[in-house]
């Protein structure tokens, strides 16, 4: 079991990852309109995109319930929310991904856009920002407190919204594959 500090350090250098990724694919999104030789370095991620999402998602939630069912850290009610969002994502990809059905990409997009506005939102709480809206803690952490800082800049709500906006692009791949 590694210590907090690393496993932090270690999911921080992955959101860096993700985040990446997300750019690259919306270059890919983009670019393979104009240049159809992209085209196909685009057919695997449509293909394979329920899987990647479904494995996403999965570790996601494992992470989530980690760290506030065995490290012991509270989340507040906007965690609460953004949770509600990524864990919904699970037995719906498990399901699309079983029978491929590409439909789900709406409802991912849809879930996954509340997602972002929420986590962007806690992450500008977390950097010190001006609370619009009172945080929805009652009884549990306070929205505006962090427990990881990484690279600065790299928060759990900011996490997050990066996973929350890599699933929004690989869904439109996805929803570019259906039948």
């Not at 590409?102 to 962007?120: H, M, P, T």
């Not at 306070?142 to 990066?162: H, K, N, Q, V």
């Amino acid at each position: 079991m590694y210590p907090i500090e690393t496993l932090n350090y270690l999911l921080g250098l992955a959101t860096i990852v993700l985040q990446f990724v997300t750019l690259a694919l919306i270059v890919l999104l983009i670019a393979r309109k104009k240049y159809p030789a992209l085209a196909d370095a685009s057919k695997p991620v449509e293909r394979w995109g329920l899987w990647v999402a479904l494995a996403t998602v999965v570790g996601a939630v494992l992470m989530a319930l980690y760290y506030s069912e065995i490290l012991g850290i509270i989340p507040c009610g906007l965690c609460w929310l953004m949770r509600i969002f990524m864990f919904s994502q699970v037995p719906l990809f498990a399901l699309a991904a079983w029978r491929s059905d590409k439909n789900i990409a709406d409802y991912s997009i849809v879930l996954s856009i509340a997602g972002i506005f929420l986590g962007f939102y806690q992450h500008y709480l977390q950097m010190g920002g001006a609370s619009v809206l009172p945080c929805p803690a009652s009884g549990g952490g306070d929205c505006g407190l962090r427990f990881m800082f990484e690279f600065g800049y790299i928060t759990f709500p900011l996490m997050g919204a990066s996973l929350f906006a890599f699933l929004i692009v690989l869904m439109l791949f996805v929803r570019n594959n259906r039948a």
